[in-house]
């Protein structure tokens, strides 16, 4: 297909931001034509893609689910739970771990205390603009049968999977750890399963896909009573936390934070089901509240009334998340092979530990490209790798909108080197720089194109090695700095990224479905300016 260019600016960086039919400009605009126009042609060259398998593993420590670089890390970490099921990928579990810690040690909780209720409370993503409020006028408050307005505000829960099985219940179990779970700088994986006391469940609720937030008032004034935050409430065992802290009192246990995070280890929270849907929430909002009674004498009357006590749960602790993955029967298990050489014609991206994308260069495409260079003088305009979803990915999770892209080589000494792509290294700073863009999202198949303009410029033109260069592709998104600069290549959201799906991958000893190769199989697109 050709296309013609018009120039129409100069770069900072010496090179021409290109338009081509589409309304954006192209993310690289490489090779100045001082005629004042070119003709560009856009062809496609194979490329190598496969499956890397992660082993179903990756470090889901505090440590990645909080964005340590942003301005308020309390906001911006994010944890996963939930159970999802579906023939492509197979079943995806995640469970949540956490440490706690006594907001002041040796604490005094007076005389005669008592537990009344325990309850955990957990925040998750929610879609703010879809509220349903209901109001009770004629409730009555328990402690003291006050007469009052209960409101209650509910949202939908911001899930990945299927929302609507069983009526959206997922039953969510809170367990005790009984296994040390380390320090809070200690790298922990998706594979490490803390040991906890199974039979002894401290709370359970079953959640239908919402969440919700409560306010009662007195009817006599119109004062609050109680407020809770959007969450979901889990209630735990009143008596546990009775043995386990107010007993203690004054105990060694109660005494320091290296004490009490032996004495009381940490605590899990898993769903029971393995089918349903994943949903993500912050696991530094996380609250655990116990309420309680103790005496209190003034003017000779002795009084009990409650009191709140609330545990930090924030990011001094652990927080670890466990992944498991049952892939029995699943088709990633016939296509997902990892073949470097020829390529898989199958690509199944899924982060949490799930599978990465690889892309390399053949060195048929790359003598091409050469040819072109050297002697038919073809500048390249710009370069992108282009990938279409499967179409059996057809069903109504959403498409991936979010994608990390790196490139890994080989040093002098053999080791493997990972590093932001050099379009990324030299152009992430430009307003004009679009690493990636999306198409039809709303069809079937969608599809992606990957800005490589630099690095194939790099190897064509420049000579440089590529024998053991190749593209990580991940669905997950670079973390920023609090200046809104790119964190680094390691920070990104894979460990709490719940996105999936299958993309047309490449293999041209193996046909497909309907035994003829795929016309839409992952490849390099390459548009190349001629001087007229």
Known sequence: MKRTFTILSMMVLGSIILYNCEPDPDSLGEQLFLDGAANGTESSFDVVAYNISNNDTIRADANTFVNLFGSNAA???TAVLGAFTENQFG??????????????????????????SVVMVIKPTYAVDSIKTTTNEDYVYPDGNVAAKKVVNTFPITKFGKAKLNGGKLTLKVHEVTEFMNGVNDAVYSNKKFAVNEANVLGSKEIFGNVSSVVITKDADNTEILRTPVGIRIPLSADFF??????????????????????????RVSVAESDGYLFQFTPNDIELIMYYKNDKVENGTTTRPQSKYNFALGSANVHTGYYEYSRAGAAIQTYALGNSVTGDLKLYAQ????NSIGVKFPAETINGLKELYQNKKAAIITAKIRIYTDEKWSNKYPKPTVFTILQRDKDSSGKETTEFTTDYSILSGASTFLPIRIYNLDK????????????????????????????????????????????????????FSMQRAVFIGTDPTI???NNVNTPKEIKLRVTFGMKK
């Not at 004054?250 to 995070?261: C, H, P, T, Y």
């Not at 982060?351 to 799930?354: C, I």
């Open 444 to 495: 079937n198949p969608a599809y992606y194109d990957f800005t490589v303009t630099q690095s194939v410029k790099d190897i064509v033109e420049s000579g440089k090695d590529y024998s053991d260069k190749y593209f990580k592709i991940d669905l997950a998104q670079f973390l920023s700095t609090s200046a809104g600069s790119l964190a680094g290549y390691k920070y990104t959201s894979r460990a």
């Open 242 to 267: 009775k043995q386990k802290i107010i007993d203690k009192k004054g105990q060694m246990e109660l005494k320091d934070a290296a004490n009490f995070i032996r004495h009381f280890r940490g605590l």
């Open 351 to 354: 982060s949490m530990g799930g």
């Open 75 to 77: 906001t911006s970490s």
């Open 91 to 116: 079943m995806q579990k995640a469970t949540y771990f956490t440490q706690l810690r006594l907001p002041s040690y040796d604490p005094d909780f007076g005389t005669n205390p008592t537990v009344d």
């Open 511 to 513: 046909p497909d479905d």
